[in-house]
């Protein structure tokens, strides 16, 4: 059974810093799988971040991301991480990890994913 387990969100002022880290087990995945990272407030989609294919050879960013958070992974624990620095208000979500592994779409919808974690909130204050 494939887990995917987050951890890291919290409360944290604007301008600072959180890392967020998403642990996958259950199955073994190849090099070309991806980790994707996406984010979502109610009443909102779920908005694409960033993704890591699982050899770590290439990484993807949102546009609203670029230049301030950084994915990185796999540890040999097979963790991957959501490095967010400069935090601004907007950028309070729920934030989920998320694999893709079926290939079938875009790595930037959501509903191509096939495991999702728990989610985790992070909360940015002014």
């Known amino acids: 059974q494939v887990q995917l387990v987050e951890s890291g969100g919290g409360l944290v002022q604007a301008g600072g810093s959180l890392r967020l880290s998403c642990a996958a087990s259950?199955?073994?995945?190849?090099?070309?799988?991806?980790m994707g990272w996406f984010r979502q407030v109610p009443g909102n989609e779920r908005e694409f971040v960033g993704a890591?294919?699982?050899?770590?050879?290439?990484?993807f960013y949102g546009d609203s991301v670029k230049g301030r958070f950084t994915i990185s992974g796999p540890n040999a624990k097979n963790t991957f991480y959501l490095q967010m620095n400069s935090l601004k208000p907007e950028d309070t979500a729920t934030y989920y990890c998320?694999?893709?592994?079926?290939?079938?779409?875009?790595?930037?919808?959501?509903?191509?994913?096939?495991?999702w974690g728990q989610g985790t909130q992070v909360t940015v204050s002014t």
């Open positions: 890591i294919t699982w050899s770590g050879a290439s990484v």
């Open positions: 998320a694999a893709y592994v079926n290939l079938s779409g875009t790595y930037t919808k959501a509903a191509y994913y096939d495991y």
């Open positions: 259950g199955r073994t995945f190849s090099s070309y799988h991806i």
